[in-house]
């Protein structure tokens, strides 16, 4: 797979963290955009709803994504993905992430600043 530097078009290969070109830090770079995506509501159990997740935060990092919003629904699984993005941001995976104000059933991510 390959990706396009957002600051200057050079393409490179997955495994590179500086662009080629322009030198810049490509693990940094994002578009600005928010991906959403439910992981909580094909009748998911809680373990698969967070590998659901984790793989979901995966791809947003690669698309350079700036945020990603998490459908969790009301129950368990939101309590699960609040345990598990805690322990995310503290791995530096994540930068920050809230749940949303006046929808309890999104989680808002913060991929990168
Ligand atoms: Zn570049």
């Not at 990706?3 to 578009?31: V, W």
């Amino acid at each position: 797979m390959q990706g396009i530097c957002l600051e200057c078009g050079m393409s490179f290969s997955e495994d590179t963290r500086y662009c080629p070109k322009c030198d810049n830090a490509l693990d940094l770079q994002h578009d600005g955009s928010t991906i959403t995506v439910d992981i909580a509501h094909d009748g998911e159990r809680v373990s698969e709803a967070l590998r659901k997740m984790q793989s979901e935060i995966d791809l947003a990092h690669k698309a350079a994504a700036m945020c990603i919003r998490l459908i969790v629904g009301s129950g368990l699984i939101r309590d699960e993905v609040v345990l598990a993005l805690r322990d995310l941001k503290f791995r530096g995976d994540i930068k920050d992430f809230d749940l949303e104000s006046g929808n309890r059933g999104a989680v808002l991510v913060r991929l990168k600043d």
